[in-house]
């Protein structure tokens, strides 16, 4: 019998990890509620533009009504958890592409005269560009960053890191504004108002700050991926996923990847005209009802909002049938269908970790913790007495201390905006300059949650890759160095807007 030694670390699964989070939500859900625990928040009416009071208390999970949620909504939260049904649709594509052969030889066409860590730049480059469609870019970057480093001979887990924080970075970095920006600044701009009448923000308000964001943080990740994780998760042991060598692609692998580049050209040039507004026989797939583009694109009721996953799912499939027609790998029906399972054959363990964190997220969000905890802080910045930069690195830090909790932006800048916006109009600050102090904040934060819900995504896969070595702990700690490094170049970066007095974008302003 093995002997357990002191120097052996006890790594708590995944699973484990999601059960004993929502045991302390219970517990201190009925605590809170045993005491009486509440607070009130201003906020700001839609309708009339003036300020009211919101009281939040907590839902006590041990009450009888919260039992009676726990037992009727378990099953039917699993079944409308995003990211379940959109990873299972996305690893469809994902698994043909893969067994066709298609990943392996754009891989190597794509790596094959390219230095390992430009390879990781052009991926954080993308991870950080692709986060402005929002939460759905974790389940197609996740899976197919990890086999991109597979295919290049490195682990897996180092592509997975790399992807989830550049992802969860890129949502404080929206060269153009996102879906998440778009409907933030709706509520900015009410909260204003109440000072300034009538105040307007553009699309492009912080056009040069995000350029200049995206540069930074693009070579620091790389860079701590190449320096820190890389050599800290160290190479792959699975000796039943090791790639074989390839010098040169043969005449049917060029051939397929003619066939997958003709059809895929194709289907985008579909998509592409039918997502421009204006233009003869096209724009059929826009939402018009908005009035910001990305809205019409990516908003609640538009065609995408609904269909983005199945579409990226259709591209991927389209690829992977078109290369395996063409390279001779795909001879037959059966072949389709098989490899169309392919990545789904062990995702056993994956659902169940979705089971599990999306059972936590729904009961956190159920008792109103997080949403107790965020009201406190707003009501802790009315009664800050500073201004200047100063106030700008509490805003930040408060900011980023609210996400774990409540990771929603749009659920925290509801309840903080009506203290942050007026607060630091006040001190000089502009609307849209409050507005970024807190999505950058709060974009460091989200890749240090579990309540986030694709944060079980990024630990599945991790778990799928690692084994036996990874538990939640790891993976947050794996974050550590990116959020450190990118709370330190965004404050540097407001702080250096802020005395200079910087335009953010076209038509912004960062000081009154």
């Known amino acids: 019998m093995k002997k357990f030694k002191r120097s052996d670390k006890v790594i708590l699964h995944p699973m484990m990890t999601f059960i004993l989070l929502t045991t302390i939500v219970v517990i201190a859900s009925g605590i809170l509620d045993l005491f009486g625990a509440s607070v009130t928040y201003s906020s700001i009416n839609s309708r009339t533009g003036n300020f009211t009071s919101t009281l939040i208390t907590v839902d006590s999970l041990f009450s009888l009504s919260g039992i009676k949620y726990i037992f009727s909504t ?34 190597f066409v794509f790596t094959k005269k390219l230095n390992k860590t430009f390879v990781t730049f052009l991926l954080v480059v993308l991870c950080l560009l692709s986060s402005i469609t929002g939460d759905l ?126 059809g895929c050209t194709i289907y985008m040039i579909f998509f592409i005209w039918n997502i421009i507004p204006n233009v003869p026989f096209g724009g059929n797939l826009l939402n018009y009802r ?41 001879e037959n029906h059966r072949d389709v269908a098989d490899y169309l399972g392919h990545s789904l054959d062990e995702i056993g363990k994956v659902i169940m970790l979705l089971f599990f964190g999306s059972l936590f997220i729904s009961l956190l969000r159920y008792s109103k913790i997080g949403d107790l905890l965020t009201g406190l802080f707003a009501n802790v910045l009315v009664n800050v007495g500073i201004g200047g930069i100063p106030l700008l690195i509490i805003v930040f830090f408060i900011s980023f201390i609210s996400t774990p909790l409540l990771p929603s932006f749009a ?102």
């Not at 792959?236 to 043969?250: A, F, G």
């Open 411 to 512: 659920a925290r800048w509801n309840i903080l905006n009506n203290s942050i916006v007026p607060l630091m109009m006040t001190a000089g600050f502009s609307p849209e300059f409050a507005q970024l102090t807190f999505t950058s904040a709060s974009s460091i934060g989200y890749a240090l949650t579990p309540a986030m819900a694709y944060f079980v995504i990024y630990v599945a896969y991790m778990e799928k890759y690692g084994k036996k070595d990874v538990g939640t702990v790891k993976c947050i700690r794996l974050m550590y160095p990116y959020a450190i490094s990118m709370a330190i170049v965004w404050i540097a970066l407001l702080i250096l807007w802020y005395l200079v007095g910087l335009p953010l974008g076209i038509s912004a302003v960062s000081v009154l």
């Open 137 to 262: 870019t974790f389940v197609i970057w996740i899976p197919l960053s990890a086999l991109l480093f597979k295919y290049g001979k490195r682990n897996p887990m180092a592509g997975i890191v790399t992807a989830f924080a550049s992802i969860c970075i890129g949502y404080g970095i929206s060269i153009g504004m996102s879906s998440i920006d778009s409907t933030l600044t709706s509520m900015t701009e009410l909260s204003a108002s109440s000072i300034t009448r009538n105040y307007a923000i553009n699309t492009h308000c912080y056009l040069w700050i995000m350029i200049a964001a995206l540069i930074f943080a693009s070579i620091i990740i790389t860079y701590i991926t190449e320096r820190i994780i890389v050599p800290k998760l160290g190479p792959y042991k699975d000796e039943e996923e090791i790639v074989e060598d390839k010098e040169k692609l043969t005449r049917k692998e060029k051939r397929g990847l003619l066939f997958a580049a003709i």
């Open 74 to 107: 378990t099953v039917k939260n699993f079944a409308d958890f995003a990211p379940l049904s959109s990873l299972l649709i996305a690893l469809i594509g994902i698994g043909i592409m893969d067994r066709s052969g298609f990943l392996d030889t754009t891989f």
């Open 290 to 330: 908005e009035t910001r583009y990305i809205d019409m694109l990516f908003g609640a009721d538009s065609f995408f909002a609904d269909g983005y996953v199945f579409v990226i799912t259709s591209l991927f499939f389209i690829a992977g049938f078109l290369y395996g027609l063409g390279s001779k790998n795909i």
